[in-house]
């Protein structure tokens, strides 16, 4: 748990702007940070550079939520020459920064541990000026501790995210290994490919080869069986014919008209016999 201290009257209710300092202090106490403020900045008109009004400013801010304007109001508190009010303003600079840390520490906690180590060292400058002060002594014990946890927590975070980013690193070395695996792979598979394309058209090509010289040779020995079906069957022609018509001897026809001759000049013969042979001869015709 975070003590502060908030309020700072001291030798405010002196001086010019006693009255006003006063109103704002008790609309402070009343939780009128809004008016409070108001009557502590017309009191900077008297006094620009007063380490109290600046206190009580931030304050007021604090209590608004407004960290950085409250900071920098304390800041401002530092340069009195009262040691107590300087180790309050250091005390309740370093609540701020604790303040800060606790809204970074979800979404930032590398920013919220460099604000706590911060407020450790206005914590330990409080109790410089003022070692009787238990509060400081408190707080700087508590933020010390959540300090320590965030530091493990950070730290085993970013073994965490180093073994993660390991792990992608390998992820992404073997993805790429094996793109370039699988690349190779592809580029054998389409190497293969092309060579069984380039295989099968050149066996086409010689099946297209073979096949037209298997039908030019069919057609040749077709020729060739028709030229000596042919020479054959003339062949068997002229034997028929030499059958019919042996050697040296004649068709019946020649047979008939050599008969033919034979008879017409023998009865030419006898006719010339007939005028040549004495009377009362008679003539032996032959029949034939």
């Known amino acids: ?121 206005y914590y330990k400058r409080a109790m410089e000026l003022d070692p009787e002060d238990k509060d400081a002594k408190l707080n700087h014990e508590f933020v010390e501790r959540m300090l320590k946890d965030l530091l493990d927590k950070l730290k085993k975070q970013q073994e965490e995210q180093k073994k993660k980013q390991e792990e992608q690193d390998k992820q992404e070395k073997k993805s790429e290994g094996d793109k370039s695996k699988e690349g190779e792979d592809k580029g054998e598979k389409e190497k293969a490919g092309q060579k069984q394309k ?26 060739a069986e028709q030229e000596k079906a042919e020479q054959e069957k003339a062949q068997a022609a002229g ?6 018509m042996p050697a040296g001897e004649m068709t019946k026809e020649e047979a008939n008209a050599l008969l033919e001759d034979i008879r017409r000049q023998e009865q030419s013969d006898r006719e010339e016999n007939k005028q040549r042979r004495p009377a009362g001869y008679v003539g032996v015709e032959k029949d034939w």
Do not use: H
Not at 75 to 104: C, H, M, P, V
Not at 209 to 220: C, R
Not at 239 to 244: A, E, N, T, V
């Open 1 to 121: 748990m975070i003590l502060i201290c908030l309020m700072w009257g001291g030798d405010a209710y002196a001086g010019g702007f006693k009255g006003l300092n006063k109103q704002g202090i008790g609309l402070y106490e009343k939780g009128g940070y809004d008016e409070a403020l108001v009557e502590y900045n017309k009191a900077l008109t008297d006094k620009p550079e007063s380490a109290i009004i600046n206190f009580n400013i931030g304050s007021a801010r604090y209590k608004k939520g407004q960290y950085d304007e409250a900071i920098k109001a304390y800041s401002k508190a530092l340069i009195s020459e009262d040691r107590k009010l300087e180790a309050s303003a250091n005390y309740n600079i370093a609540n701020a920064k604790f303040r800060q840390g606790q809204t970074k520490q979800a979404a930032d906690l590398a920013g919220a541990i460099a604000e706590y180590k911060t407020a450790l060292d």
């Open 198 to 223: 380039d295989q099968q058209q050149q066996d086409a090509k010689q099946n297209e080869a073979e096949q037209q010289k298997a039908e030019q040779e069919k057609a040749e020995q077709e020729k």
């Open 239 to 244: 034997d028929g014919l030499q059958k019919q």
